[in-house]
């Protein structure tokens, strides 16, 4: 599987990273989403796990997620962050397909790659 990880966290990067190794999964990273938009759908991927707050004054990860489903990109989107789940339904009404809170369980993560592994 391929799995696209926008992220500017050098840590939150590298445990996903052991986590998809561990699953013999392929991670495509991406710290600047300015790049990410650019060349997130010139390589087909099976997912998308975007952090929702990027450090990025041009766009933040709500955005990223509208634009990419502006350009039609279809891939799932799962959001990360560490905002608690009041804010669920914007994650979803910008397009994204599913969240995860952070500090996440390595449990949780391979348990919601695995969720996409089987569609």
Same mark, same amino acid.
């Given at each position: 599987?391929?799995?696209? *990880?926008?992220? %500017? ?5 590298? #445990? #996903?990273?052991?986590?998809?190794? +561990?699953?013999? %999964? ?7 989403? +300015? ?5 997130? %759908?010139? $390589? ?7 952090? +929702?707050?990027?450090?990025? %004054?041009? &766009? ?6 509208? @634009?990419?489903?502006?350009?039609? $990109?279809?891939?799932?989107? &799962? ?7 009041? *804010? ?10 599913? *969240?995860?809170? @952070? ?5 949780? $993560? ?5 969720? *996409?592994?089987?569609?």
């Amino acid at each position: 599987m391929r799995i696209a *990880y926008v992220e %500017d966290d050098a840590a939150n990067i590298a #445990l #996903l990273g052991r986590i998809c190794n +561990m699953n013999q %999964d392929e991670l495509v990273t991406y710290r600047n989403p +300015m790049v990410a938009l650019v060349e997130i %759908d010139t $390589v087909p991927v099976d997912l998308i796990i975007i952090d +929702m707050h990027l450090g990025d %004054d041009q &766009i933040d990860g709500l955005e990223l997620t509208r @634009k990419l489903r502006s350009r039609g $990109v279809a891939a799932p989107i &799962i959001a990360i962050t560490s905002y608690d789940n009041i *804010y669920a339904r914007h994650y979803t009404e910008a397009g994204c397909n599913g *969240y995860i809170q @952070k500090p996440v369980a390595v449990q949780d $993560v391979v348990n919601l790659i695995n969720e *996409y592994r089987k569609l």
